[in-house]
């Protein structure tokens, strides 16, 4: 995902307490919000300490409760706030209730399994250890800091959050610049039914803000951006020895193989890399299509992808982008892809009309230009014909990124998309993988580490508690100053009876 702007754009009129959010296709205000400086994002971690024993104390069954009553507020809202995401995010209504929706499935598989995946664990001993009961018990850090993005803006952060609160954390929450309407509308909506105590908090501002709350003295830090930037909070985070997760950038690719279903590749290629105006960390970027379906894809692809339209109706409409400097990064991608010998087969510079870009896809791009190297976050897609899948795989995984990827074939998609180096993959459909409230979301590589969403992300946002408890004396005790001559005697004849003979 790409750096979020550190300084003031069209989207936000500053002054030196507030900020204004804005309609990014009309340049509407949304609402006001404040700056909040270092000493403000300190007296919101401290109230959140102060609530964390309360919200631990009430256990998997009271949190799941409280978080199962969030839920159906968001649901009773949808409206709402599918509207508020298309004024301030700039998708469109059907595209903004889809990510709400992805959101409330993965709150209610949180809320319903937390207990099963973070209650305590009985772990099996050996024979050495016999005496003993071994369990193990997850404990919440305490106060999570949550630093969210502005494309996907309810359900990229809400992993982190929901995870966390689940776990039994206090969340102190730093919307994007960019879209804070939207994440101080879900943490009102979760006040409504946790009022007691300021368990989900929201602090604004800009990067500054963001940093404050990295050294505020929160238990961990979940991250969302580009590597760079990454890389500096991560930084910041071990000056005091803060873990962090972090889920950064993409460059996903996907494969079509000589079996594919082509309208379903085609359809699915278009939604992730168009959609949201390609401003999706798992968006499809990059297109491998098999030497002997190339032809026919590319045909059905531009046949497709000239219907769309930036800024038209739905639902072959979708939206503005977000920020200027974007923008300005696909014009690079586009205009330098062109200058390597690269050719336009739908669209070009044309396209890029600021807030729009309308599609452009991309062929003979090289494997080197930034097109094909580096995250674009834009409506483009780069068609590259390859021998078959193997050189496909191979492609795929030559670069830094390993987020998220796809693969369409009828009878080997279960053996490319094992080859693929990334956190996520959908064989024969694009992002399933995000709807499956149960199934971690995360990166290898530049792509981050850590992850939200399933049992790896509650276990994400909590610390393991080994514990063992003597329920008899042992036959002989070998850890003493004070054993009997014939305690190591015994040990090592323990060791030899269960190590000797099985090692050679």
Known sequence: MTEQPAAPDHRAAVSRTTFDSVDPATGAMVATFPVDGATEVRDAVARAR?????????????????????????????DELADLV?????????????????????????????????????????LITSNQAASVTYRPYGVVGVIGTWNWPVYTPGGAIVSALAAGNCVVYKPSELTPAIGRFVVDAFTTVVGEHPVLSTVTGFGPS?????????????????????????????????????????????????????????????????????QTCIGTERIYVTDRVYDAFLDKLTARARRLTAGGPEPC??????????????????????????????????????????????????????????????????????????EAVAKAN???????????????????????????????????????????????GDSGFGRVHGADGLREFAW???????QMAPPFNPMSFFRGPSAIRNYRALIRMLHGRRSR
């Open 50 to 78: 102060a609530a964390t024993r309360w919200w631990d104390g009430l256990g998997f069954d009271g949190r799941g409760r409280r978080l199962a009553a969030w839920r159906k507020a968001l649901h009773s809202s949808l």
């Open 86 to 126: 298309h004024r301030e995010n700039g998708k469109s209504v059907d595209e903004a209730t889809l990510e709400i929706g992805a959101h409330l499935d993965v709150l209610a598989w949180a809320s319903a399994n937390a207990g099963r995946v973070l209650g305590t664990r009985r772990v099996r001993r050996g």
């Open 210 to 278: 963001g940093a404050a709350l990295c050294s505020a003295g929160v238990d961990k830090l979940s991250f969302v951006g580009s590597a760079a930037t990454g890389r500096t909070v991560m930084a910041q985070c071990a000056t005091t020895l803060t873990p962090v997760v972090l889920e950064l950038g993409g460059k996903d690719a996907m494969i079509v193989a000589d079996d594919a279903d082509l309208d379903a590749a085609v359809d699915g290629a278009l939604w992730l890399g168009v959609g949201n105006s390609g």
């Open 317 to 390: 409409g979708y939206g503005p982008m977000l920020s200027p400097g974007q923008i300005e990064t696909v014009r690079r991608h586009v205009q330098d892809a062109l200058a390597r010998g690269g050719r336009a087969v739908v669209g070009g510079p044309e396209s890029v009309r600021p807030p729009f870009i309308d599609p452009i896809v991309l062929v003979d791009v090289p494997d080197d230009a930034p097109a094909m190297a580096e995250e674009t976050f834009g409506p483009t897609l780069v068609v590259t014909r390859v021998r078959d899948t193997d």
């Open 398 to 444: 030559s670069g830094p990124f390993g987020l998220g990827a796809s693969v369409f074939s009828r009878h080997h998609g279960r053996r490319i998309a094992a080859g693929l180096r990334v956190g996520m993959v959908s064989v024969n459909n694009v992002m399933v993988f995000t709807a499956v409230g149960g199934l971690p979301f995360g990166g290898v």
């Open 464 to 470: 393991p508690k080994a514990m063992t408890v003597q």
